[in-house]
């Protein structure tokens, strides 16, 4: 069992201290838990990916203090200035060309690093403690439903890490939206996420590029270490446009379990859930992989979920329920 700590002062500077000397620590962002390594430390970046069992091509997210810490590990872009200096601290994940200093195990050998400053005020203390960038991938098994509190992590990694810092429950529930902005010109969205793609296009008056589509199964692609399974449950997940027939549907067949976008007007059997009360997309975002997981516990043979309009929030939303549901 890892030792679930409440972010005090006293215990961030100890864990800023324990991070310094190699260890992991599984940390709360506005997005998603993250397990946290020294980014400029490759033998504790190196246990990062033995702790998630995750390859060594899918290379990780840096976390800065400020975009002044960002000239330390990459060469910024007046494109990557402009977004930084409206999206952050928040959900924007930046590319950029990498320097020298960037462990090649952090960026799986690429020559671009990706960086990113937490709005979650825990992150913000802890990355101004540490006088280094700090890589956090999700705190999850490579390819299981991400964290979103901080129980989460302690039921995924618990036994392979030492410390977790408790922020609450994440407010957006969903990973950063990543941009390549290493040309002026042409922005390009590597990973939908929590910023929604209008906002950045309205943001930057220009079009941003979206992930392109496979031929063969409709999924965006393909940065490097996007892969079309993903924040998959154990049990079977379908995505549907829409759930019919609930009421009915639902008593007949109890094995199954129906997962929808806002809470049903009618009393509900045990094989039913919700992701809102509302039918707001920030509500849905914030609960998907809470519910998700909850699912997965009590092991449906197969978890039937509605997908949101593909608009706003939503295209993450449903990005997301679909790689869950690959096979
Ligand atoms: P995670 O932190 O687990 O949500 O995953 C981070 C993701 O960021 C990776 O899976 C990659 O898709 C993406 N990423 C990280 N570094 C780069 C990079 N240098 N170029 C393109 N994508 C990257
Ligand atoms: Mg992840």
Redesign the pocket.
């Given at each position: 069992m890892a030792t679930i700590l409440q972010p005090t002062d006293e215990n961030l500077l100890q864990m800023s201290k324990f991070l310094l000397s190699g260890g992991l620590v599984g940390i709360p962002t506005e997005t998603v838990y993250g397990l946290a390594a020294n980014a400029l430390d490759p033998e504790a970046s190196k246990k990062i990916f033995e702790v998630k069992n995750r390859p060594s091509n899918d290379p990780l997210i840096c976390h800065v203090a400020s975009q002044e810490e960002v000239d330390q590990i990459c060469f910024p872009t007046d494109l990557a200035r402009k977004l930084c200096d409206a999206f952050w601290p928040g959900p924007l994940t930046v590319i950029l060309r990498k320097k020298s200093v960037v462990p090649e195990i952090v960026t799986a050998g690429l020559d671009s690093v990706a960086i990113r400053c937490s709005s979650h005020p825990v992150m913000r203390s802890l990355t101004r403690l540490c006088e280094f960038p700090i890589a956090a991938?999700?705190a999850?098994p490579f390819a299981y439903i991400?964290p979103t509190r901080a129980e989460h992590v302690e039921t995924s990694l618990g036994n392979k890490i030492e410390y977790i810092i408790d922020g609450g429950p994440c407010e957006f529930g969903l990973?950063s939206t990543i941009i390549d902005a290493r040309e002026e010109s042409s922005p390009r969205i590597l990973r939908y996420g929590a910023l929604s793609p209008e906002e950045i296009e309205d943001e930057l008056g220009m079009e941003a590029q979206r992930p392109a589509k496979t031929a063969s199964d409709n999924i965006p692609q393909i940065a490097p270490g996007i892969l079309p399974k993903?924040y998959s449950p154990n049990s079977k997940l379908e995505v549907v446009s829409k759930i019919l027939d609930l009421e009915k549907i639902a008593t007949e067949d109890e094995d199954t379990a129906y997962l929808l976008l806002q809470k049903p007007r009618f009393e509900t059997e045990r094989n039913v859930f919700w992701l809102s009360e509302s039918g707001r997309l920030q509500d849905i975002a914030a609960n998907l992989f809470d519910v998700l997981r909850k699912m997965d516990t009590i092991g449906f043979s197969r978890i039937v979920a509605e997908e949101a309009k593909e608009l706003g929030l939503g295209v993450a939303i449903n990005d997301r329920l679909r790689r869950a549901a690959q096979d």
């Open positions: 991938p999700s999850n991400s990973e993903h």
